[in-house]
């Protein structure tokens, strides 16, 4: 079966601590990832996305084959990091399918 | 651009109403996706539909139903509401159906079931 899994119900960091947002999935073919965000009041909105290798806003996340993981990582946590993130996937090349998110992992991050 | 918009941004329906949601995906995205988060969880799948033809269906009940327009906004149907229905109905609009490109979500319409 499909699944996003997001262990981490709560993260708490200070303030230029490293972060790792953790991302396991299962997936029989060849899936996408991605990481979305949702600040306070505002919209979900995609955050990154593994087929384009980019750094946003400081985050990066690398897709791991062998472990099935997509872990999102920043080296030093700004207090403007706090919000929701959901990890998600969706099948690759394939239309009309689902993108399947997991449960979500707020990060707060305190000075 | 303004975005993905839905309406109405809340309601409240008692149980056994129906009631219509509404998505205006971005301009010029085809295809229009319909999801629903309850609180606490992430979002899940109802809908797809490209083209004004349904693409893809989550795992919802046939009291769920949805149809795309030919300016390619969409509307979701629930009948019957339980209370379970309570949730933020989200719609995600994108270019093509395949999803690789990554959504664009509205803000949500918050449903209320009492």
């Known amino acids: 079966a499909q699944r996003v899994t997001q262990p981490e119900k709560l993260l708490s960091v200070f303030k230029g601590a490293p972060v790792e947002l953790k991302c396991n999935y299962s997936y029989s073919g060849s899936p996408e990832l991605f990481w979305y965000v949702q600040y306070s009041r505002q919209r979900l909105q995609l955050l990154l996305r593994?087929?384009s290798r980019e750094s946003i806003k400081g985050f990066t996340a690398d897709l791991n084959k062998g472990e099935t993981s997509f872990h999102l990582k920043k080296p030093f946590a700004q207090e403007e990091d706090s919000a929701m993130y959901y990890c998600a996937l969706t099948p690759s090349g394939q239309a009309g399918t689902a993108l399947i998110f997991g449960k979500g992992t707020t990060l707060s991050v305190s000075s | 651009d303004a975005g993905v918009t839905q309406s109405p941004t809340h309601l409240i329906k008692t149980r056994g109403q129906h009631v219509t949601l509404r998505c205006s995906p971005i301009?010029?995205?085809?295809?229009v996706s319909w999801y629903q988060q309850v609180l606490g969880q992430g979002p899940q799948f109802i809908f797809q539909?490209?083209?004004?033809?349904?693409?893809g269906r989550g795992n919802f009940p046939d009291r769920f139903s949805a149809r795309q327009f030919p300016n390619y906004s969409s509307e979701l149907n629930v009948n019957a509401l339980l209370l379970g229905d309570s949730a933020l109905y989200l719609c995600?609009?994108?270019?093509?159906?395949?999803?690789?490109?990554?959504?664009?979500f509205g803000s949500g319409t918050r449903l209320t079931v009492v």
């Open positions: 593994h087929i």
């Open positions: 539909y490209y083209e004004k033809e349904e693409r």
């Open positions: 995600a609009s994108s270019l093509t159906p395949v999803g690789g490109y990554g959504y664009t």
């Open positions: 301009s010029g995205h085809k295809s």
